[in-house]
């Protein structure tokens, strides 16, 4: 087993790094822009009933602006090779 000091020497006797998983990131954006509907939902029912919110519907929708933006990310690189 070689040293640590021996592997930062000489980089090229390591193993080679796995290839990175593929994940399909629609699903995973998808799911975050559902739980922030869900929290635009719930804080809309407190602000309309009255409570303070302190700004929480803005960060909600920011947060479902954010993950469309993803998903057009995502969807313009769902083809890109895995390097």
Same mark, same amino acid.
């Given at each position: 087993?070689?040293?640590?000091?021996?592997?930062?020497?000489?980089?090229?006797?390591?193993? =080679?790094?796995?290839?990175?998983?593929?994940?399909?990131?629609?699903?995973?954006?998808?799911?975050?822009?559902?739980?922030?509907?869900?929290?635009?939902?719930?804080?809309?029912?407190?602000?309309?009933?009255?409570?303070?919110?302190?700004?929480?519907?803005?960060?909600?929708?920011?947060?479902?602006?954010?993950?469309?933006?993803?998903?057009?990310?995502?969807?313009?690189?769902?083809?890109? =090779?895995?390097?």
């Amino acid at each position: 087993m070689p040293t640590v000091m021996s592997l930062l020497l000489h980089p090229e006797r390591r193993r =080679p790094s796995p290839p990175p998983e593929r994940v399909d990131l629609r699903r995973v954006i998808l799911l975050g822009i559902i739980v922030w509907s869900v929290a635009l939902v719930a804080t809309s029912v407190l602000a309309l009933a009255g409570q303070p919110t302190g700004g929480a519907v803005g960060v909600c929708l920011a947060g479902i602006t954010l993950g469309g933006l993803g998903l057009l990310w995502a969807r313009r690189h769902r083809d890109d =090779p895995a390097d």
